[in-house]
């Protein structure tokens, strides 16, 4: 019989050990080795079977064990000093509370977070982003409200068939079981967010909270009784059903989510948020809450829009289009339309924000980007891959000027670094992994300390995956009696390279299977063999990608190789952290540019890996030639077939003679110098750059401080600049048509221009009813292409010289001639604001219809 619902009992912990239960419930601990320890001496033996989750934990341990710890005065001191110790570092000030005129709060949406392994609210690499942005902001101060949804099954747990085929189960999950409490308002009931939907239904969440480290986490979650049964499942999966339930998800994490953070605020007392970070698509709908709530209590919509986008930021994280939601039109006119429309937001207005090429679909990215002012990519290849993809929403400008910036993601050293590293950085280099300098220390440390590490670390992945190993043939129908071959599968000493992530096809998992010979050969050499750990999961819908599995499945289970690689199923928190502490290379060969940043290589690098890749993501911008490998790329072949075998045969001829060569150069001390000469060269030069705590900085100071910034200028003496920006927008668009270029003039530089001249320059504009205060207006000049186009165009500002009686204003200014060749300029005019934030920002732009430079040394 199957029980019809399920929930946990929890212990009623003696008095004496209280605080125990406000470690557990403080997320800190996953990152916190001490508070660990402490969790693993309540009773070693059921820490380790509980697979180090202190919830299970207290949820197991006997009341004749929690009376013993009770007593013993040890223990008790140790209980207080852990305590004391969180409780100084949730108050204490720290970076983000030195900084003026800081935003008061941040509130940052994500569809999942990658936390503890305790809490599966992740699929992949941007739920585990997300975690490690709000561990960092958690150690550096910065006062984050985050908002997800609770998956009642999380993603999904991975097994393999006896074929090697990926099977999906999804657990359910027990909200009082997990390290969460309700909201609840002050009399005691659940906090109740409701959102309309059409045909008069009503979706109805309850709010959990996770409290990560000082950051807290709440969690919307519909599975309550005022639900239909459909309402109920909205938050049953991570990623899963069909394109009305994203629709639903979506917007229960975007408007939800919103309504959760103000119910939230009130009852704490916390200031709201004055930013708002979109953490890609799947929450954009929160800007059209915030309109709502503005425009139903003093706004007009515009006004409105303009108030929101100036503390919004949106980060994008796809580098293809079909990685990105999009709804049909119908859809959202139906949510947001007829009797379910919102009194003051016109369906209209809604569905313009979202329209793209395509009439009949609604592009949540697309939204996203015009309800924020300030927008980024994750790497500054993907930054450059973004602008390129969404330049059409700003025609006119060079795909240099579309308003997208970059931030490059990094990791949380606590969280990914293995025990044995954090404490020596510790000891020898106290607090090296909070700080952006003083990395070159590293080379003071010796070269056996660092290696006996690494071997440490290397042991531990291969004794764990072992055990992984062995229950994954058990779970495909093998007996114990014919697994006795596990026991001597993988070498603590052999060269070990992982590969592990998301298995869609642009990441490529089976290149290393394009020659099986030549591989087999190079984890079979008698003298410098290698050995290959592989997890990954597909997704439930994803055929393609399970077919690679289980490829690669059907070669790793080959008794020739089996002993030197492995395929280890339910890739999770938990094993990324055993791979990225215990391989010796990380492998990264996805199909350039798709990887918008990655980050698994950068965990690898801060655990003395060496990461072997293609130039993608933030590899593109951080390796160095001698940090690591690069794996080169057959860019220009079109034929995928062909560029996967240059690719393949360049991997294998790095691993043959680069790799492995210097992995085995030993010594006569045994040591390998020259690979340790590289290890430390590599934590040198990336360990500062790939930290969570720059990643944080950069978006205080880059974007959360200038939104912040700006949304006090709108919202100042009751939104009165929102009104008068609102204005000024709503004038210059509809005058832009007749702004026009009417003529330049050159002098200066006579018939033979040379380097070092000045070209003096007088602009005539026609500005229609626009003053010459609402524009500026540029030369743009410099390199010259054969068809006359412009390259990497250098700016310089025309001041205004006067305005005809007949309305036309003159410009003047000088252009320097700093380089020989080929030489152009043109005159452009472009809105200027002191609240535009770039100048491609309203998407418009004039310049002459005919093409006015110097080409050749000829002025035209």
């Known amino acids: 019989m199957r029980a019809i619902r399920r929930f946990t ?38 820490w380790e079977r509980v697979g180090h989750d202190p919830v299970a934990l207290l949820g197991a341990v006997g009341p004749d064990r929690l009376a013993e710890l009770a007593a013993d005065r040890r223990f008790r001191r140790r209980l207080a000093d852990a305590a004391d110790d969180l409780r100084e570092y949730m108050t204490a000030p720290r970076w983000y509370q030195t900084l003026p005129d800081a935003a008061r709060a941040i509130a940052y949406f994500s569809p999942e977070y990658g936390i503890a392994a305790a809490l599966p609210q992740y699929s992949g690499g941007l739920g585990i982003l997300a975690g490690d942005h709000l561990k960092a902001a958690s150690d550096l101060g910065v006062p984050i409200l985050a908002v997800g949804l609770l998956y009642r099954h999380g993603y999904f747990t991975q097994s393999l068939s006896p074929e090697g085929w990926q099977l999906e189960h999804y657990p359910s999950l027990d909200a009082g079981g997990l390290p969460l409490s309700l909201l609840k308002e002050p009399g005691g009931a659940p906090v109740k967010i409701r959102i309309s939907l059409p045909d008069d239904r009503v979706l109805h969440a309850q709010v959990w909270m996770a409290q990560v480290g000082r950051v807290p986490l709440l969690l919307l979650d519909s599975d309550v009784a005022e639900n239909d049964s459909a309402a109920r499942d909205v938050t049953d999966r991570l990623y899963g059903g069909g394109t009305d339930h994203r629709l639903m998800q979506e917007l229960l994490l975007g408007v939800g989510g919103v309504r959760a953070i103000r119910a939230f605020c009130r009852i704490t007392g916390n200031p709201d948020p004055e930013v708002f970070h979109t953490n890609e698509g799947h929450a954009g709908f929160l800007g059209l809450e915030r309109i709502r709530e503005l425009t139903e209590s003093r706004l007009s919509f515009d006004e409105a829009l303009e108030a929101v986008r100036a503390g919004t930021v949106f980060t994008t994280h796809t580098p293809v289009p079909a990685g990105i939601d999009r709804f049909p039109v119908d859809m959202i006119a139906r949510q947001f339309g007829g009797g379910n429309a919102w009194p003051t937001v016109p369906v209209e207005r809604i569905l313009e924000l979202g329209a793209e090429a395509d009439p009949g679909r609604f592009n949540m990215a697309v939204m996203g980007m015009r309800l924020a002012q300030r927008v980024n990519g994750v790497s500054e290849l993907h930054g450059e891959v973004s602008r390129d993809m969404f330049k059409d929403l700003w025609p006119g400008f060079d795909v240099d000027e579309v308003p997208i910036g970059s931030i490059t993601n990094g990791v949380h050293a606590p969280t990914w670094v293995g025990r044995e590293f954090m404490e020596l950085a510790g000891r020898e280099l106290p607090s090296l992994l909070e700080r952006a300098r003083g990395w070159e220390g590293v080379q003071k440390i010796s070269d056996a300390e660092i290696w006996e590490i690494r071997r440490e670390l290397r042991g531990r992945l291969v004794e764990g995956a072992r055990a992984r190993l062995r229950q994954s043939w058990l779970d495909r129908g093998a007996s114990p009696a014919e697994l006795g071959w596990i026991d001597d599968v993988l070498d603590p000493e052999v060269l070990t390279i992982g590969f592990a992530r998301r298995v869609p096809s642009y990441k490529r998992l089976t290149l290393m299977l394009s020659d099986p010979e030549r591989l087999s050969e190079l984890l079979l050499d008698p003298d410098k063999p290698v050995q290959i750990l592989i997890a990954g999961k597909a997704h439930p819908a994803d055929e393609g990608g399970k077919k690679l599995i289980q490829q690669i499945v059907k070669f790793a289970d080959r008794a020739d190789v089996r002993h030197r690689i492995v395929f280890l199923p339910d890739y999770d928190m938990a094993l990324a952290q055993l791979l990225v502490q215990g391989c010796d290379v990380w492998l990264n060969n996805p199909l350039r540019p798709l990887e918008a940043s990655g980050t698994s290589g950068m965990k690898s690098a801060l655990n003395g890996g060496l990461n072997l890749s293609i130039r993608d993501g933030w590899w593109d911008e951080w390796y160095d030639g001698t940090n690591g490998w690069a794996i080169p790329t057959a860019d220009g072949v079109t034929d995928p077939d062909r560029r996967d075998e240059l690719e393949a045969t360049a991997l294998y001829d790095l691993i043959e003679h680069e790799v492995a060569d210097r992995f085995y150069d030993r010594a006569a001390d045994g040591l390998p110098r020259r690979w340790m000469e590289m290890v430390k060269h590599t934590l040198t030069s990336l360990g500062p750059k790939v930290l969570a705590g720059r990643m944080l900085r950069d978006y205080v100071v880059g974007l959360y401080t200038p939104a912040a910034r700006a949304a006090r200028a709108l919202s100042a003496d009751g939104y009165a600049p929102a009104r008068a920006f609102a204005d000024w927008r709503l004038k210059v668009t509809k005058e832009w048509p007749g702004v026009r270029v009417e003529h ?24 229609g009813d626009l003053e010459p205060g609402d524009v500026l207006v540029e030369a743009a000049y410099g390199r010259v292409g054969p068809h006359d186009e412009l390259i990497h165009p250098e700016y310089a500002e025309l001041t205004a010289a006067g305005v005809d009686d007949d309305g036309r204003a003159h410009f003047t200014g000088v252009v320097p001639l700093g380089r020989t060749g080929a030489f152009g300029y043109t005159v452009r005019v472009v809105p200027h604001h002191p609240l535009v934030a770039a100048r491609a920002e309203l998407g418009l732009i004039a310049v002459p219809e005919e093409p006015v430079g110097m080409t050749n040394g000829t002025l035209r």
């Not at 330049?744 to 500005?767: K, W, Y």
């Open 744 to 767: 330049v003039e050159a002098s200066g530089v006579g018939d033979t221009p040379e380097v070092g001249a000045s070209l003096e320059l007088r602009a005539t504009i026609t500005l």
């Open 9 to 46: 009992v929890r212990t009623v912990l003696p008095a004496e050990l209280a605080a125990l239960g406000e470690l557990v419930h403080n997320l800190r601990w996953s990152w916190h080795p001490e508070t660990m320890d402490l969790f693993a001496e309540v009773d070693p033996v059921l």
